[in-house]
Nanobody, 127 residues
Framework: QVQLVESGGGPVQAGGSLRLSCAASGLTFSRYNMGWFRQTPGKEREFVAAISWRGVSTYYTDSVKGRFLISRDNAKNTVYLQMNSLKPEDTAVYYC????????????????????WGKGTLVTVSS
């Protein structure tokens, strides 16, 4: 049974930083691209960042480029999202997810590309 558990969310002031973690179990983590998505009430889940299965390639939505950094530790089955210079518009529930296909050549991912999801962690950025 695949499980993804996010942690690290919480309240933060604008300009601050948070580091999200997502611990995976029940799958061969190192075979799959990983993604972070976020969602606010009334909106569709949107892509934030992705990292290739080896951790060599990364992709970001334009709004977080230069502020967020995705990384992974395959030995720990964990993917991270370092979020710096946070803005109120970054407020959302953040989800990690696994790609459906092992060893896929990565690009920007969509929610439909993902097989398993965590339950999310809430990030609240106040101005």
């Amino acid at each position: 049974q695949v499980q993804l558990v996010e942690s690290g969310g919480g309240p933060v002031q604008a300009g601050g930083s948070l580091r999200l973690s997502c611990a995976a179990s029940g799958l061969t983590f190192s075979r799959y691209n990983m993604g972070w998505f976020r969602q606010t009430p009334g909106k569709e889940r949107e892509f934030v960042a992705a990292i290739s299965w080896r951790g060599v390639s990364t992709y970001y939505t334009d709004s977080v480029k230069g502020r967020f950094l995705i990384s992974r530790d395959n030995a720990k089955n964990t993917v991270y999202l370092q979020m710096n210079s946070l803005k109120p518009e970054d407020t959302a529930v953040y989800y990690c997810a696994t790609d459906r296909i092992a060893f896929r050549t990565i690009g920007s991912l969509e929610a439909a590309d993902m097989a398993y999801w965590g339950k999310g962690t809430l990030v609240t950025v106040s101005s």
